[in-house]
């Protein structure tokens, strides 16, 4: 099993910055480094959107074209964490965020139903 726990979020003005972090519990006998892991974001009213994701090594990266040159995905894999370093920030990025987990074979562009183990959310709020 793998439990997620993000963190980060908060209340931010639009151009500012946050960053969110993903701390993974691992408690089989895979490791961290196994995983694909994805950022999500879902607003009221609209689907769950794939915003990033990252292979096991950490050497291949995807954005979606609306946070593309904006936000950037890491992780470490010594710590078991996930990163999302969130910057010129728009109203539209409000969202909850989570983390989601996927272990090998993966996708990291792959959609929400692809991936198994997913975070609690942390809500990110930008206003005008």
């Known amino acids: 099993q793998v439990q997620l726990v993000e963190s980060g979020g908060g209340s931010v003005q639009a151009g500012g910055s946050l960053r969110l972090s993903c701390a993974a519990s691992?408690?089989?006998?895979?490791?961290?480094?196994?995983?694909?892991m994805g950022w999500f974001r879902q607003a009221p009213g609209k689907e769950r959107e794939g915003v990033a994701g990252?292979?096991?090594?950490?050497?291949?990266?995807y954005y979606s074209d609306s946070v593309k040159g904006r936000f950037t995905i890491s992780r470490d894999n010594a710590k078991n964490t996930l990163n999302l370093q969130m910057n010129s920030l728009k109203p539209e990025d409000t969202a909850m965020y989570y983390c989601a987990a996927k272990r090998i074979p993966c996708t990291i562009s792959g959609p929400a139903e692809k991936y198994s183990h997913w975070g609690q959310g942390t809500q990110v709020t930008v206003s005008s």
């Open positions: 691992v408690s089989t006998a895979y490791t961290y480094s196994t995983y694909c």
């Open positions: 990252i292979s096991p090594s950490g050497s291949s990266t």
